[in-house]
């Protein structure tokens, strides 16, 4: 096959998330935000009954860790921020010293070792106190973030150039007001859509502030984070062919319309089936709050790049199928049923298999539907359940994706600039606690003090990003 050399110019980073990471939950002034509530007060809502109490402790860890991340050769590092750790309360009537500190250090170490900050503002953990506000069912929390957001810019936009808002609205606002998957746990029907509006408008505000405000001295940017399933129709019927559609808007459109499209409203496809759903039930008009011509104007155009996380694909078929079991990937009003491919070669991760053509195809689909924008992955990478260091299926993943991620670069044209592994280290992965592990780097999570061991996957991908290609021999045959 083919041997693709890595353009020039092209980033490699690793990513991690404050919660995921961090440890330190209430140390020094940090507030309490929706993970450590959820954790604290309904324990057996994680599988193994975990928390990030301490998770890998990267908050008294951060000169250690920079040098595990320049040994690796990476030129940028992903990290959110704990919103909780810099405005306990949410809002800004007190900024923790404590807060400002920690980030600062972690960035001043990075910069120190030629390793570019790229934040994330809100990876899943927004600050308890604002859930009794409603959290994001309200659309004061817009406002709050962009104060937020002006707190960060302003301590420090100096030395952080790459800024994305939110991590996977999708998933905070399906999974988290919606379904039943992430914290804070919330199930209303209309949950996930009020959710949708806060965090669009939130983000086109955090923007535009950065614009008016920031830019000029700073000159960085601001760009948001999607994920992207691949949707496969099960078979060729025109009915699964819609259903892979509907599922593609509902997952990625939901949010990159408005954002990255000059109607700068949600897909048509995903109005009318809500509008559909909620006049079935009764109900007098759709469930979707309509977004309004000023709001319209606001969030268009507000990102200057689209961060992208891909992970694998599913097939789909419509909902009125019944005889295929409910998958997987489901949402509320979205007719279609995704399933999982059985036979693909599975990861400890129920959802995640590995499919590698899915990411070419996703990178093209955006391509085509969005007008080809800069796009950067900030996550990509396969689980397993031990502490296995002879990680051959990671490598194999990495390389496999990769490998496809290039043939959109070169074959296709796809304007991609960047990539992210998830992740750096082995992590508190959300309700699966401690059982699915995703590191480059392995942590003991027995011992106190967290040690870390590289993985076969952290030496080919420090390989990888030095030979600027993809080496094939590490791989298992
Ligand atoms: C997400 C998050 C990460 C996860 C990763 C593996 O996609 O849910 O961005 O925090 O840990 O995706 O599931």
Excluded at 188 to 211: F, Q, S
Excluded at 373 to 401: K, M
Excluded at 447 to 476: G, L, Q
């Amino acid at each position: 096959c083919k041997e693709y050399v890595f353009p020039d110019n092209f980033k490699f980073g690793v990513a991690t998330a404050a919660y995921q990471v961090e440890g330190a939950w209430n140390t020094s002034g940090k507030g309490e935000n929706i993970w450590d509530y959820m954790t604290h007060t309904n324990p057996s809502s994680i599988l193994d009954r975990s928390n990030g109490d301490i998770a890998c402790d990267t908050y008294n860890k951060i000169k250690a860790d920079v040098q595990l991340l320049k040994n690796l050769g990476v030129d940028f590092y992903r990290f959110s921020i704990s919103w909780s750790r810099i405005l306990p309360s949410g809002k800004t009537d007190y900024i923790n010293p404590d807060g400002i500190r920690y980030y600062n250090e972690l960035i001043d170490e990075l910069l120190a070792n030629d390793i570019k900050p790229l934040v994330t503002m809100h990876h899943f953990d927004q600050p308890q106190p604002l859930e009794q506000e409603g959290g994001f069912l309200n659309l004061k929390l817009a406002d709050y973030f962009e104060d937020y957001a002006d707190v960060l810019y302003k301590n420090f936009g100096d030395r952080v150039k790459d800024w994305t808002t939110f991590n996977e609205p999708t998933l905070v606002c399906f999974l988290g007001y919606s379904g039943e998957f992430l914290a804070p746990m919330i199930t209303r029907k209309d949950g996930g859509y009020l959710c949708g509006r806060t965090l669009l408008i939130g983000h086109a505000k955090a923007y535009h502030l950065y614009n008016k405000r920031y830019k000029n001295d700073q000159g960085g940017r601001v760009g948001i984070v999607h994920d992207i399933f691949w949707f496969e129709p099960r078979t060729n019927k025109i009915g699964d062919i819609k259903a892979a559609e509907a599922a593609k808007e509902f997952n990625f459109g939901w949010f990159a319309k408005p954002i990255f499209t000059q109607e700068g409203d949600y897909p048509q496809i995903m109005k009318e089936s809500i509008a559909r759903s909620s006049k079935l039930e009764g109900l007098s008009k759709s469930r979707l709050p309509q977004l309004t011509q000023e709001e319209i104007e606001l969030i268009k155009g507000s990102a200057d790049f689209l961060g992208v996380n891909h992970y694998t694909t599913f097939y789909c078929s419509p909902i009125e199928d019944d005889t295929i079991e409910r998958g997987l990937f489901y949402l509320p009003d979205m007719d279609a049923n995704c399933i999982v491919d059985d036979k693909a070669e599975s990861s400890a991760t129920p959802w995640l298999k590995v499919i590698p053509s899915g990411f070419r195809k996703s990178l093209n689909w955006i391509k085509e539907q969005y007008n080809n924008p800069e796009v950067i992955i900030l996550e990509n990478g396969f689980s397993d359940a031990g502490n296995l260091l002879n990680d051959c299926p990671r490598v194999n993943y990495y390389n496999r994706y990769l490998t496809e991620m290039l043939k959109a670069i070169y074959e296709d044209d796809c304007n991609v600039s960047g990539y992210a592994a998830w992740s750096f280290m082995d992590n508190f992965e959300w309700r699966s606690g401690y059982t699915q592990k995703f590191g480059l780097y392995s942590v003991d999570f027995n011992d106190p003090s967290r040690p870390r061991t590289p993985k076969m996957s952290a030496f080919v991908f420090k390989n990888i990003i030095r030979e600027r290609k993809i080496n094939w021999s590490y791989t298992p045959d």
